[in-house]
């Protein structure tokens, strides 16, 4: 007696273990929500909702987009931080997530203990532009201007501690100079009153000017990855770095995250999943205005590249003295 009822747990146990594993290998078998930290309409949104349909066909399950705007990403940050670690909430991570912990006083998340990160996609490049009217014609005719007139040029932005700003200051401390910076609520007045010359540059996004350098409004002098981008409409564009400010790179990214906590084996499998989405012509063609270059790794590549863009751009805002609006 004593022996089948050894026999029966022993049974028991090893249905326990053999049912977890299915459990495992069935994941997904819902929905799984991405978090876009921002309103509709922008680049992470597009993003997420073009790898969102990579995912779908290869993960079987629908891809839920979450828009959740506020506080300068970290409303929609903090969301993921306490949802459950089980691969069924990512967020769509950018620049943002890396300079938060120095722009602000205290976070509601632990940058360090809630996020296991998952994949980096790619690397947007800011776009310096000018009016269509300015007299600097390239990049060495701004960089020349400004060099000898500390002080006297201005560069506008979206709002302190955004990347237009961000760039703006690196390029002070690189290039030796002393722009103004120019605060707007939002790249929309920034970027109009650039056209209408009464500042005189911006590190804008390449999604908020593409169409505005198409349409001959404004002058793109240079782009501020270390590689030019491959997008026809900037693919002649010159680097910061290689038109006489090296090594400057200040391009802003995207990348996924989870909850601290969630399995490797998930973290992995969305890594692959993810990884061949960036890689598909679906993506690269819904991306092409962005001037997306396709940066993918392991997910420790991306935890190591977020590491060294907070410290790099922890310095930065120290030194300029940069805050939040």
Not at 32 to 48: K, S
Not at 200 to 213: H, N
Request: charged content about 15%; overall charge positive.
């Amino acid at each position: 007696m004593k022996v089948n009822q050894v026999l029966r747990l022993c049974t028991l146990f090893f249905c326990f273990i053999l049912d977890l594993g299915l459990a495992h290998a069935v994941y997904p078998d819902r929905p799984i929500r991405v978090i876009v930290p921002f309103a509709p309409g922008g680049g992470t949104d597009l993003v997420a909702r073009t790898l969102g349909l990579t995912m779908t066909e290869e993960l079987h399950q629908p891809i839920i987009v979450d828009n959740k705007p506020g506080g300068s990403t970290i409303v929609g940050t903090d969301a993921l931080a306490k949802s459950a670690p089980d691969g069924y909430t990512l967020v769509v991570a950018t620049l943002a997530h890396a300079v938060n912990p120095s722009l602000k006083v205290k976070l509601p998340y632990s940058q360090d203990k809630d996020f296991a990160p998952v994949i980096l996609v790619g690397i947007s490049p800011n776009v310096l532009v000018v009016s269509a009217d300015s007299p600097y014609k390239t990049f060495q005719d701004f960089l020349a201007a400004a060099k000898a007139n500390p002080g006297k040029l201005s560069y506008a932005s979206q709002g302190g501690g955004t990347s237009a700003h961000l760039a703006g200051e690196l390029f002070n401390s690189m290039a030796g100079t002393n722009l103004v910076h120019v605060p707007y609520k939002g790249a929309g007045p920034a970027l109009t009153d650039v056209m209408g010359g009464q500042v005189d540059v911006m590190f804008a996004t390449a999604s908020a000017v593409g169409s505005l350098i198409e349409g001959g409004k404004l002058r793109a002098l240079a782009v501020t990855t270390l590689v030019r981008s491959s997008t026809p409409l900037l693919a002649k564009v010159p680097t910061v770095s290689e038109s006489g400010v090296p090594g400057y790179s200040a391009g802003s990214w995207y990348g996924y995250f989870a909850p601290a906590g969630t399995p490797i084996s998930v973290v992995n499998k969305l890594n692959a999943v993810i990884k061949k989405g960036a890689q598909s012509s679906v993506f690269k063609n819904r991306v092409e205005s962005e001037g997306l270059v396709i940066k993918t790794g392991s997910p420790d590549d991306f935890g190591k590249f977020v590491k060294s863009e907070e410290a790099r751009w922890r310095t930065v805002i120290k030194n300029a003295n940069i805050t939040a609006d």
